[in-house]
């Protein structure tokens, strides 16, 4: 099976002769840093592009700082927003009846009396309909503040991820989302998915899912197919391919048991067994 780790068996070292002089030490391998690749499961893999890493720049700061600016004004008008939404929801407010005086009776007790009765029990439903607009005014704007805050703080996440991104193209591709896509339908992959800046960055590469996706339009059934396609996301660092094993002969043109045994935990801590294997043949050659 190909994911079951290979055999080692001592069998094949123990009877070779140790080679004379020290051990060979060998060098470490550097490890190269590069771009990463963002795309889903089943994309077709890419072609390798040799890629730096985006560096520090002023430029760089310049838009971070840019982007912290325009996330405040949205703040701010998302308040106003939602301050206008509050207003339209709740219904007008009723005004607060007046005392009736003698003179608005035509100076008739009898008829202040009654007005005074009437007026009492207007002024108790009044205070009792205030009362009932406070608490709907205070659920709704907890419910407005609460979704504002969300949108606000999963906004800044999406702006913070994209910036940390090790990928040149980002732009490109988030263009490419953003045309394709609803305002509605980028609200929701923001809101929805942990990691929103690298599902943007994979559709706006992928034409073909970019297309099915913007095609639904109904908000419960595209909100599920997005978080389907969440799960798909992989990401993979690109580099130049590994150097070709080449293992430096011992004195006598015979690799040490000491290295061979070395290379063998090195190869049970990291699963891979191609510079012990190299070693054992080289060793049975020399046997031979």
Known sequence: MLDQEPEITDDLTDDLPEADGAETELAPEPE????IEIAFADDPAPEEEP???PEETPLIRQLRQQLQEEAKAKKALAQQLAEKELAAQL?????KPKRPTIADCDYDDAKLDAAL??????LADWVEKKGEREAAAKEKADALIAAHTDWTQRLGNYNSQKAQLPVTDFPKAEEAAKAALSLQQQSIIVRNIEKSAEFIYA???NEAKLKELSAIKDADRFTAAVVRLEGKVKIERKGPPPPESKLPPARGGIMSNVSLDRLKKEAEQTGNYDRYFAAKRSLKSAKK
């Open 32 to 35: 190269a840093e590069g771009e």
């Open 51 to 53: 890629a730096d890493k």
């Open 91 to 95: 219904p007008p407010p009723v005004e």
């Open 117 to 122: 009765t009437k007026y009492e029990a207007d």
């Open 203 to 205: 559709l706006g590469k």
